[in-house]
């Protein structure tokens, strides 16, 4: 029996400026909105987008996003959240979108469009905290580890998107 091994296909690292509380990696082939969703979870998610919501605290986050072969290893760094999400991607065209700025186009190459799942990992800067749950119903001071100074780069919040492709088949008419 041969063994599926994951390979890392391509990363992108860039920075955003969440704006009401949000940021989201969207397909650009998609027109997008703001999804209707239980603000109880951290993940939004709608046909071709996904967003995450960040505690009001929050001004700038980095971000990577990989891009993997099949489901990537699990991380053993502590963090302060994790959440997955399945998500169509008809387009494979990718960009970070806010309310206040737009979209920023993202040259992450991805296999094909299709069903994809995404594994979000974030965590804070115990420098800028204490950083409250941005969730409904929830003030609570959020748990902030150590680790990934370098990836904060000085900023609120590092977000870490595992991005693989789990079918190659479209939900959506051409």
Request: charged share 20%; aromatic share 10%.
């Amino acid at each position: 029996m041969r063994c599926l091994l994951s390979r890392l296909l391509d990363v992108f690292e860039t920075a955003v400026s969440p704006s009401y509380r949000l940021f989201g990696l969207v397909d650009t082939t998609v027109d997008t909105y703001h999804p209707n969703s239980d603000h109880a979870n951290w993940l939004l998610s709608a046909p071709g987008m996904v967003y995450l919501q960040v505690p009001p605290q929050v001004i700038r986050a980095s971000v990577r996003l990989e891009s993997w072969s099949t489901v990537p290893p699990e991380s053993t760094a502590q963090w302060s959240g994790r959440e997955d999400v399945e998500l169509e991607l008809p387009g494979c065209d990718l960009a970070l979108e806010t309310v206040d700025c737009g979209q920023e186009a993202i040259p992450l190459v991805l296999p094909s469009p299709g069903l994809y799942r995404m594994r979000w990992h974030w965590i804070f800067n115990r420098e800028g905290g204490p950083f409250t749950s941005p969730l409904a119903g929830r003030r609570e001071p959020l748990p902030m580890p150590p680790g990934h100074e370098e990836e904060l780069n000085g900023n609120d919040q590092y977000c870490l998107v595992q991005i693989w492709r789990t079918t190659a088949g479209r939900r959506f008419p051409s």
